[in-house]
């Protein structure tokens, strides 16, 4: 692949240019940031759409589980919100996520030990 452009003349002028100059390095490197950067922008405007009537029709024919799937998000996202606002340690969280296990709706019995069945396939694979 290297011999493609090792072979190019413009390749060998655009790699001279950017050793010999700074300001064209600097110019170079902004259009190659700067340009990818603006054409995703506008690509993310143009196919965004924020139509009422589009999210209505889509939230209409939604699937069960994926209107269920929604509402338990949005629980646990305002349970972990509400626990952040009463300054309470989440530390428990990321230790349960660490070691599979799931955290329940009770406080001060929060972490639920894994499954057995689960527990031994996992001992297994190590």
Do not use: H
């Amino acid at each position: 692949m290297s011999i493609l452009w090792e072979k190019s003349e413009t390749w060998r002028w655009l790699v001279r240019k950017t050793r010999d100059s700074k300001p064209f390095f600097f110019v170079f490197a902004t259009v190659c940031g700067v340009v990818p950067g603006v054409i995703g922008y506008c690509v993310m405007q143009a196919t965004n759409s924020r139509n009422e009537q589009l999210e209505a029709q889509l939230r209409k024919n939604a699937r069960p589980e994926t209107t269920m799937m929604g509402q338990v998000n949005r629980e646990r996202l305002a349970e972990y919100l509400g626990e952040l606002q009463r300054k309470e340690d989440t530390n428990d969280r990321y230790v349960a996520a660490l070691r599979g296990e799931t955290l329940t709706r009770k406080p001060y019995v929060r972490i639920q030990p894994i499954p057995e069945k689960i527990s031994n396939i996992n001992k297994e694979e190590k």
